[in-house]
């Protein structure tokens, strides 16, 4: 497995493996893994001649109130594990290499960006189009693979590939999740005990919603009501949003006869979780 920390070296590697014609999968991260990062993992492997994966915890996509200095970083834990499912090369650039000073470009998707975790976290998704498009042209992947978890993220990536014209085939994998339903999330390990419990009525409230769309219930206020009624069993949770959305623009949508993503997020503590179902 090669472990490259410079854009000249993986540029020049994976333009290599490119003349091969070797297909070149990608798996953007930001580190700290966990199993819903190596199913993305796998599902590159199964696809794919060759897996690149990128670690980098990048910048732009952190408000300046968030948490970029403490997010977990575990860069040999994450080698270790990558080496295990059988990755070609790990791309793990510093900031600097990525944003040499006097870097000004960014991409920004207008519209859908603004949306959800956009609306709370400005500038987050053009933090991450800039990167996911850096990424795209430093790696030059023939596919990529990113987690349903964040489903504003793929919306968000699959209109930047189309406006861009980027020559990627974005592939998306189910949320993993532990036995009782957490999804999991690098953040999850800021949970205390306590919190950890907690943050169990994301899910809870997300399968309170499929039970009632189970049972004819159409109407996105009643579907939106019906969470906030199983968040009122932790008060010490914070609702940041509760969304029923058109699954391709991110637009509210008045009730779910086409079908609907439903989205949360949730400060537990400090921490912000997100969640959501398709519907
Ligand atoms: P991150 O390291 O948090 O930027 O995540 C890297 C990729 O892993 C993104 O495409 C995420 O959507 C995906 N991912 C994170 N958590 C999960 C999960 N529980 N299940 C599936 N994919 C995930």
Redesign the pocket.
Known sequence: MLILKTIAETQSACAQIRGEERILGL???????????L??VRAARSECDVVAVSIFVNPTQFGPNEDFGKYPRTFDEDCALLEREGVDLIFAPTVEEMYPSGASTFVLVEGVSERLDGASRPGHFRGVTTVVSKLFHIVGPHMA??????AA??VVLRKMVRDLNCPVHLIV?????EMDGL????RNRYLSEKERRQALVLHRALQKVEEAVALGEKSSSKLIETTRVVFAEEPDVRIDYIAVVNPDTLENVPDIKDGALVAVAAFVGTTRLIDNTVI
């Open positions: 798996v953007p991260t930001m580190g700290a893994l966990h199993e819903g990062h199913s993305l693979f990113f987690g349903q978890k964040d993220q793929i994998q189910p949320i993993v999740r999804a999991l999330s690098s």
